[in-house]
């Protein structure tokens, strides 16, 4: 791999004597990880019905390096949400801030969505994620993978934290910040990342990052808590960032990230910073098994809690139609409070405050679709259902041909009692079909079907 002159000049009066062994790191080859939907499976479970071989990464309970060669994309447990493929740094952001069932949580910088899903899954159906992202493009995919794996209370946004910060003000229990940043950890990964490196240099992204950390402080509630991190190496969008942070807002403190997962301290020193810069952490690819990363976890400060009250948008019960179609083809009931938007039905997390203005493009479970006096349900239902709440259930095992087929979107010639039907993998739903009687039409949404 060709690394840029003047990355490995700074890279080596950084590190000095380490400098060998980092270089060295680029002989090896990557690693591979996924990581358990728990909110679909427990990672035991997991572990006994996994095709692939898994050994833990030391730094998240449901994570796992898988061997070279595998390819965990084409199987159907990935279409049925039980597994994101990350690489297996980018799994310790989100494992290391400390989000609770209840937490309300931003994940301001979040397309495609692996760490919003890490941090879902640890909310545990309660309370709220706010997930957003600048990059309309890019909040596309967020939304796929929201869906894929069953997230339920999930806000999508596509807007500025300027803009966010109006709404949302001392309202969140956790932030992250996954920033946009040079990529200097990646270019092992992505060999594209070192051409965006030698176009763009550092500087314009520690404007955004500099701008991004202006606007969290007016969102987080005192007492929360804010993690920073970025795939780079560069002093400047690292350290250099939490040093002008802190020093700005002195009510927030630094938290010491546990180092014995291999994760090595935070280097003041490279930016004549205060000591407390080695509580954050730095991956490094020469003395972990995965890519370059960065983490500094902060809290902010209170001595009396304060009580935040936020506005809550209008009641609404289930509607007439959305309420015959659970009794025909469900054996729950959802409840809870509903919007309709654009004949899209979803039930909205609760203690949001008024969101009108914002660029939303998904507010809590998408429900389905209202058409006149009908209600089709969506693919975000069928992948936050379990198999037990539907009727009508059509389970294939994880090796049957016939789930490739549906997969790809073919129509399948299996007889049943008529009504929407639930399709699952090993009991795991992976989308509706509707039984004519004589045979399943075919649900599954089109962008999302298999390719050979
Ligand atoms: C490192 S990536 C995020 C990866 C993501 N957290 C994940 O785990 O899948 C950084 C993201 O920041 C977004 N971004 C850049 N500037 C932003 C801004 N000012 N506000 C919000 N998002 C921004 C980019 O579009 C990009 O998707």
Not at 99 to 124: E, H, N, R
Not at 165 to 184: H, M, T
Not at 331 to 346: C, K, T
């Amino acid at each position: 791999m060709q690394l840029p002159k003047r990355f490995l000049d700074r890279m080596k009066s950084l590190l000095g004597d380490e400098f060998e062994d980092f270089i060295h790191s680029y002989d090896r080859s990557k690693h591979q990880g996924l990581r358990v939907n728990t909110l679909k499976i427990s990672v035991e479970e997991f572990l006994r019905i996994s095709p692939f071989k898994l050994k833990p990464i030391p730094w998240t309970k449901d994570g796992f390096y898988y061997e070279e060669g595998e390819r965990p994309a084409k199987h159907p447990y990935y279409h049925s949400g039980l597994y994101y493929i990350q690489e297996p740094s980018a799994m310790a952001p989100a494992s290391v801030l400390d989000v609770l069932p209840g937490d309300k949580v931003l994940d301001l910088c979040a397309a495609p969505g692996g760490k919003t899903i890490q941090l879902a899954a640890k909310l545990s159906e309660e309370g709220i994620i706010v997930t957003n992202d600048i990059n309309l493009q890019r909040v596309k995919a967020l939304i796929k993978n929201i869906e894929l794996f069953g997230i339920k209370n999930a806000i999508v946004t596509n807007e500025t934290p300027e803009k966010l910060k109006k709404y949302f003000s001392s309202y969140f229990d956790k932030i992250l910040i996954d920033a946009p940043c040079s990529g200097e950890g990646m270019f092992r990964k992505d060999e594209k990342m070192i051409k965006s490196w030698e176009r763009q240099g550092i500087e314009p992204y520690v404007a955004m990052q500099r701008a991004i950390m202006d606007c969290v402080d007016g969102m987080l509630k005192e007492d929360g808590e804010l993690l920073y991190s970025t795939c780079t190496f560069s002093p400047e969008e690292n350290e250099g960032i939490i040093e002008e942070f802190t020093a700005k807002h002195r009510d927030y403190m630094i938290l010491p990230i546990p180092k014995a997962l291999g994760f090595d301290e935070g280097r003041p020193q490279w930016i004549a910073g205060k000591e407390a810069l080695k509580d954050n952490a730095r991956l490094w690819p020469h003395k972990i098994d995965g890519e370059g990363h960065f983490l500094a976890w902060l809290k902010k400060e209170c001595d009396v809690p304060m009580e935040i009250h936020v506005g809550h948008p209008a009641e609404m019960k289930a509607p007439k139609v959305f309420s015959n179609f659970m009794e025909e083809n469900l054996n729950i009931q959802i409840e809870g409070s509903f919007e309709i938007h654009n004949e899209q039905l979803y039930l909205l997390p609760e203690g949001l405050p008024p969101l009108k203005g914002l660029k939303i493009l998904r507010s809590g479970w998408l429900l389905g679709t209202i058409k006149k006096d009908r209600f089709e349900p969506s693919q975000a239902m069928a992948m936050a259902l379990s198999y037990r709440d539907s009727k009508r259930v059509v389970n294939f095992h994880g090796k049957d041909p016939m789930i490739i087929k549906y997969l790809k979107g073919e129509t399948l010639d299996i007889e049943g009692a008529k009504g929407w039907t639930l399709v699952c993998v090993d009991h795991f739903p992976v989308g509706w079909a509707k039984q004519t009687g004589t045979m399943l039409k075919n649900y599954y949404p089109p962008a999302w079907r298999w390719i050979d």
